[in-house]
């Protein structure tokens, strides 16, 4: 059985014989129907690969996408979402966790990398991380859903986003996508600075959070590997 990760990749190959036209036609169907949350990810890109394959036998026969899928692309997928059938719970858990692993990994990475270098090269702030365990627990929690928020909104935002006859200029679309993401820093730091001092005192060397940070890099490429492999 083909992969998940070969059936992308088949997609990207195939993609590059299409006319101009039928690419920009065919990338807003891509882009709707590879959003919509939720969905087999396995049936959802057999499905984008078997619409790539419809665009490019009719493109040999003379003909565009548009003339394929009719004027309604936005009803034409709606109606073909539907009929793909829902994500097993198993796949979305290992996929959620996944995620959550490489944000902690870099999150506790780059803190530590940081944290250290100011200290050690510069006599800046501390070498030790001092931290309550339950205010730690909070934030790690707090910062999780914000992500999740922060992925949702930017899924919706580029969703919402095709199938548009007059695009948005490309100087509003990074300026939309700018307030998205300074809001969504704004609301992690808020979170750090408001959370108050919860449970156990607790202290490491700073440093060992970049070690922390690696070895949750290393569990989430576990997690990809499974997800690979189905």
């Known amino acids: 059985m ?43 890109e057999e499905l984008l690969l078997e619409l790539l394959e419809h665009v490019l036998q009719a493109q ?6 548009a003339q394929v899928f009719g ?13 793909i059938p829902g994500e097993t719970r198993k796949n979305q858990l290992l996929f959620s966790a996944r995620i959550t692993l490489l944000f902690l990994a870099v999150s506790s990475f780059f803190s530590g990398i940081a944290g250290a270098g100011m200290y050690y090269l510069f006599h800046i702030g501390s070498g030790q991380t001092n931290f309550h365990i339950g205010s730690a627990l909070i934030v790690v929690s707090m910062d999780v859903l914000l992500l999740y ?20 200029k490309k100087g509003l679309e990074v300026l939309q996508f700018a307030g998205i993401s300074t809001l969504s ?32 890099y290393i569990i989430s490429l576990l997690f990809k590997r499974r997800e690979i492999s189905r």
């Open 60 to 65: 040999q026969e003379g003909r565009t996408a």
């Open 71 to 83: 004027d309604e692309p936005k009803a034409y997928c709606e109606e073909l979402i539907g009929e």
């Open 149 to 168: 928020l922060f992925i949702m909104t930017v899924l919706r935002w580029v969703k919402a986003s095709t199938f548009k006859e007059a695009k948005p």
């Open 2 to 44: 083909t992969t998940v990760q070969e059936l992308i990749q088949l997609n990207n190959t195939k993609r590059s014989q299409l006319t101009r036209e039928n690419l920009k036609y065919y990338e807003e169907m891509l882009l709707y129907i590879r959003f919509a949350s939720g969905r087999s990810e396995q049936q959802t």
């Open 185 to 216: 820093v704004g609301l992690f730091v808020a979170v750090l600075i408001i959370t108050p001092d919860l449970g156990p005192a607790a202290s490491i060397p700073t440093l060992y959070l970049a070690g922390i940070g690696i070895v949750l």
